[in-house]
Antibody, heavy 121, light 112 residues
């Protein structure tokens, strides 16, 4: 059973940076894309970016360009999300989710449990 | 960027009765490869989203057959044939046809 396990909740001050990790358990290969999505309190889902764990290729939503960095540690089956220059508007639950390669499913089939990030002075 | 508009935003339903959620796209979600990458997610209170339906009408593993998806082009529908208590939560449509991926605003399903 494939599972994504994320790091624990974070509380940060405005202007700080946060790193959230997402570890893939049970994957026998890296044949998937790893997306990051966030959900502000009482709000909907917002796509942030994507990384290809096998090669490290990334693409980010325009609104996060320059603040968001996704990296991968293939040996540890872990992807990291770094978000800098935090403001209160970054307070949200952050999720990672996989999309398998190919066209068979082509949807976000496995989700992490979510990581709460609170930005407050 | 493709915009997805869901209606209704809130749906009070009687247990055992059907429910329907619409998702309209600002442009066709038909991909040049012949597939349409429209999926539906369920988010129960306090839980991460869960995949229900992919490529318009395919139920994901473990999803009860009371859930069904239909549609084409720009208009899509999620139907629940008989609402159960565990169906309470938020429902989102999302598209992966065109970059960047986008989500509908979400529809809150609640019991009357």
């Amino acid at each position: 059973q494939v599972q994504l396990v994320q790091s624990g909740a974070e509380v940060k001050k405005p202007g700080a940076s946060v790193r959230v990790s997402c570890k893939a358990l049970g994957h026998t290969s890296t044949n998937f894309y790893l997306h990051w999505i966030r959900q502000a309190p009482g709000q909907g889902l917002e796509w942030m970016g994507i990384i290809t764990p096998s090669g490290g290729s990334t693409s980010y939503a325009q609104r996060f360009e320059g603040r968001l960095t996704l990296t991968t540690d293939t040996a540890a089956s872990t992807v990291y999300m770094d978000l800098t220059r935090l403001t209160s508007e970054d307070t949200a639950v952050y999720y990672c989710a996989t999309v398998p390669y190919g066209v068979l499913i082509a949807a976000m089939d496995v989700w992490g449990q979510g990581t709460s990030v609170t930005v407050s002075s | 960027e493709i915009a997805l508009t869901q209606t209704p935003l809130s749906s009070p339903v009687t247990l055992g009765q059907p429910a329907s959620i619409s998702c309209r796209s600002s442009q066709s979600l038909a991909h040049s490869d012949g597939n349409t990458y429209l999926s539906w997610l369920q988010q129960r209170p306090g839980q991460p989203p869960r995949l229900l339906i992919y490529k318009i009408s395919n139920r994901f593993s473990g999803v009860p057959d009371r859930f069904s998806g239909s549609g084409a082009g720009t208009d899509f529908t999620l139907k629940i044939s008989r609402v159960e208590p565990e169906d309470v939560g938020l429902y989102y449509c999302m598209q992966l046809t065109q970059f960047p991926p986008t989500f509908g605003q979400g529809t809150k399903l609640e019991i009357k």
